[in-house]
């Protein structure tokens, strides 16, 4: 099959840099590849330096002249969630290809970004602040206060390529609804879906000036936005590396930081198996696990161990990798066959070390097989290391205090899960577990997006979700009357 940009609905300008709602060409051609052929299927041209100096301007510039009214905004992002939906077919055609995701993965990524927009448009006119009580103080009962909430600034977000569309989203659109001007950075191994979205935004009537869209790599355009100090806010979802090099970049300029993780689910003996199983083998391998909730380690109580562990074998075996476009396959390729080599090298590295492979981890290019492990040495990289990859690591637990512990031992801290039917075991492990968020009889990689979601140690700090993330870009001014 050959495939095109007129496969995917765009058209030549589009793979350029959106700047005050036109298409500009940059200098540095960045190839976009197929993730599962390996085929070349456009070339998007990276921002040069005068071109995020000028988009900054004409940002900081829009937010001198002020946003839309909040119903106005509200409204321009209804009308973006159903032309999201019109359009559907070529946003699962671009993520199939630039992403890898399958079929199912794709549509699920279209599905939950309408709903990301619609929750979003319901927050627009609800960015309300709150009434203080003077009359707490003695003297100061005859005063009148309250909080008011304003646009932050320009906002800068810098996204990953494991969900192009809906992580974008959360943060263009909430940043936008709180009255934001958005500089937006996807990654340049997915640069065609925010293509894509931008066009969505500008036809729904976003104001041209109030939304660019800068193509390149983080050390180029990503250091360039980090250099412009009109920005006020950075929201970023990525490695923990990269996320301290924008902090300390950032200074006091604020920031929300979705970073790296290794997630953790514990099941109980008391647990409901039949249910928690094909949670826990979708939360693996979905995505091709390169979900930043994907559970990688699995605690289980040793009176189940082994029913679980053939239980997950079996359910592994109906979650077969390969192309994407296949309606069969349940798992498709990683980013780059680089990825896939390093997943194949530490799984055979945790075998070699002791650890018993169950099924899975065959590799052909830039596709691993999902595989589940019973953990050998706690050093091996499978183990202490963010796999993102289809790789599961089983390990036994007597007494519900070692799985808790064992959970809490990585630097990171941004999702878990807990199975079991017992109340003093879910409110235990509620207390002990250190993530942002606890999952009771649920997998580390459930989400809604509505819900807050963040992390906390090295897995970053701040929240998404619309309500959450909008009070994160807006600034709180305190209005005292003194009569």
């Not at 976009?32 to 995020?52: F, H």
């Not at 530490?346 to 899975?360: D, F, K, P, R």
Request: proline letters at 6%.
């Amino acid at each position: 099959m050959s495939l095109s940009m007129e496969t995917f609905h765009i058209s030549s300008e589009m793979c350029g840099n959106l700047i005050n709602g036109q298409w500009r060409k940059g200098e540095v051609p960045l190839p976009v590849i197929d993730k599962y052929s390996g085929e070349q299927i456009a070339l998007v041209s990276a921002a040069t330096s005068a071109q995020v100096t000028q988009a900054v301007q004409i940002a900081q510039q829009a937010m001198e002249r002020g946003a839309p009214p909040p119903a106005e905004r509200a409204a321009i992002l209804r009308r973006a969630a159903t032309l999201l939906a019109e359009r559907r077919t070529a946003f699962v055609d671009v993520m199939v290809a630039e992403a890898g995701f399958t079929q199912p993965d794709a549509a699920g990524e279209v599905d939950r970004a309408i709903i990301t927009l619609g929750l979003t448009a319901e927050e627009c006119t609800r960015i309300v602040g709150e009434m203080v009580p003077f009359a707490a103080s003695p003297g100061a009962h005859q005063r009148l206060g309250y909080t008011v909430r304003h646009p932050i600034g320009i906002v800068a977000a810098i996204t990953p390529f494991n969900s192009p569309l809906n992580t974008v989203l959360h943060k263009v659109a909430p940043a936008f609804g709180a009255g934001n001007a958005v500089l937006l950075k996807p990654s340049e191994y997915t640069p065609l879906t925010s293509a894509l979205l931008a066009q969505v935004l500008l036809d729904a009537g976003m104001p041209v000036d109030f939304l660019a869209m800068l193509q390149g790599c983080g050390d180029t355009v990503g250091s360039a936005l980090l250099a412009a100090p009109e920005v006020a806010f950075y929201t970023f979802t990525g490695s923990t590396r990269v996320g301290r090099i924008i902090q300390q970049a950032a200074g006091l300029r604020r920031t929300q930081m979705e970073l790296g993780s290794i997630a953790s689910t514990i099941v109980c003996a008391d647990a409901d198996l039949d249910k928690a199983i094909p949670k826990l083998v979708n939360a693996a391998f979905r995505k091709a696990g390169q979900v930043c909730t994907s559970v990688q380690r699995l605690y289980v109580e040793r009176p189940v161990f082994d029913t679980v562990a053939q239980r997950l074998k079996d359910a592994a075996g109906a979650f077969p990798a390969g192309n994407p476009r296949d309606a069969a396959t349940r798992v498709g390729p990683l980013i780059n066959e680089a990825a896939a080599q390093r997943a194949e090298q530490w799984i055979q590295e945790a075998v070699a070390a002791g650890a018993q492979l169950l099924c899975g981890g065959q590799r052909e290019g830039s596709v691993i097989q999902p595989a589940v492990l019973i953990r050998g040495a706690a050093h091996t990289s499978a183990w202490c290391m963010e796999a993102f990859a289809p790789l599961l690591s089983l390990e036994p637990f007597d007494h519900l205090d070692e799985a808790l512990a064992g959970a809490n031992s990585t630097p990171y801290g941004l999702s878990a899960g807990v199975f079991t039917t017992n109340i003093n075991k879910a409110f235990l492990a509620t207390q002990k577990l250190r993530f942002g968020t606890v999952q009771i009889n649920e997998t580390s990689s459930a989400r809604s997006d509505v819900m807050p979601f963040g992390g906390v140690k090295d897995s970053g700090f701040g929240k998404e979700g619309p309500w959450h993330a909008m009070r994160e870009m807006t600034e709180e001014r305190l209005v005292v009357f003194n009569p």
